[in-house]
C-alpha cells in the first residue's frame, strides 16, 4: 500500500537545508529509541551541499547520534573516491570527514572499482543487512531535470529493473555526460522506511510538475519509480522548484 507523498514548500535553498536537518536528526533519533541505530543513504550532485554542511556543523554535529548511525550512497558516479564527480567525496568533504562517524559504519560504492563487480558486492552488503525486513531508515534523493533520481535515468536499464537492488551500468546520457554508474534500484528504494527528495531552483520546476501532476510514465520519469511500499514520502522543495513564484 503506498501512502500520498507529503510535500513540503520553504522559501529558500537555505530553509529546505534546515527544514531537513531537523527532519534527519527526528528521524536518527527515532530510529535509534527503536533499533539502536540509523541507517541513511546520502545522494549526490550539489543539492544536497548545504544541508551536508548544517549536519557538520553546531548543534548538529554534537546532537546526531553519528555513533549509531549507518551511512549508504543512493548512487555514484564510477570515478575514484578523490575524483571531483565523486558523490562519495562530496559527503566526506562536506559531512562525513567532520563528524563522529566510525570509519566502519560509512559503506563507499566503490566507483573505482569494475562497475558490475562493484554493484554486486554493494547488492551483498544490502542483502546482509536488510535481507530481512524493512529498508533503509531514510534515502535523500534529488530530481534531475529529466527526471531521473539517483543514477537511474531515463530508459535506461535501471529504469525498467523489477528485482535487483544495485545496479552497474553505462549511462548514454547522465548529469555527467556518458558514464558509468552504480545506482540503488528503486525496487530497493521503496523498502524504505522513508524516502525525502530535495529538490530546489527553478529548473526542477517542470521536471517535478511532470512528476507530480503528470502521466504516469516512470520509465520516461523515472523519479515516478520511487512509491515505498510501506514507507514514507517526503517531498521537500524550494519556492522556485515547487513553481510558487510565478504570479
Ligand atoms: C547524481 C545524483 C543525482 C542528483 C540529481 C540532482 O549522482 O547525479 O545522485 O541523482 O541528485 O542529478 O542533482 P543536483 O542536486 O546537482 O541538481
Not at 142 to 157: Q, V
Not at 195 to 209: D, E, H, M, N, R
Request: some cysteine; aromatic content about 8%.
Amino acid at each position: 500500500m503506498n501512502l500520498q507523498p507529503q510535500i513540503r514548500v520553504l522559501p529558500t535553498p537555505g530553509d529546505v537545508a534546515r527544514f531537513a536537518a531537523d527532519h534527519l536528526l527526528d528521524a536518527a533519533r527515532e530510529a535509534v529509541a527503536l533499533n539502536g541505530s540509523f541507517s541513511l543513504a546520502l545522494s549526490g550532485g550539489s543539492t544536497p551541499r548545504k544541508l551536508y554542511q548544517l549536519l557538520a556543523a553546531e548543534p548538529y554535529r554534537s546532537s546526531f547520534p553519528w555513533a549509531d548511525t549507518e551511512i549508504f550512497f543512493g548512487d555514484e558516479r564510477c570515478v575514484p573516491p578523490d575524483h571531483a564527480d565523486s558523490n562519495y567525496r562530496l559527503a566526506r568533504d562536506t559531512l562525513l570527514s567532520h563528524v563522529p562517524i566510525p570509519t566502519t559504519h560509512v559503506h563507499r560504492m566503490k566507483g573505482e572499482s569494475d562497475p558490475v563487480a562493484a554493484a554486486r558486492e554493494y547488492q551483498q552488503l544490502l542483502h546482509d543487512r536488510f535481507g530481512v525486513g524493512p529498508g533503509l531508515d531514510l534515502v535523500l534523493l534529488g530530481l534531475g531535470e529529466d527526471a531521473h533520481t539517483a543514477s537511474i535515468f531515463p530508459h535506461t536499464p535501471a529504469a525498467r529493473e523489477t528485482s535487483s537492488w544495485v545496479m552497474g551500468y553505462f549511462a548514454e546520457k547522465s548529469s555527467t555526460g556518458p558514464s558509468w554508474r552504480i545506482t540503488l534500484t528503486a525496487p530497493f528504494i521503496n523498502r524504505s522506511r522513508e524516502v525525502v527528495f530535495l529538490i530546489c531552483g527553478s529548473s526542477k520546476a517542470a521536471p517535478l510538475q511532470q512528476v507530480l501532476e503528470g502521466p504516469c510514465q516512470p520509465e520516461h520519469l523515472p523519479a515516478q519509480l520511487i512509491r515505498p511500499t510501506a514507507g514514507k514520502l517526503l517531498y521537500l522543495l524550494d519556492a522556485a522548484a515547487a513553481d510558487m513564484d510565478h504570479d
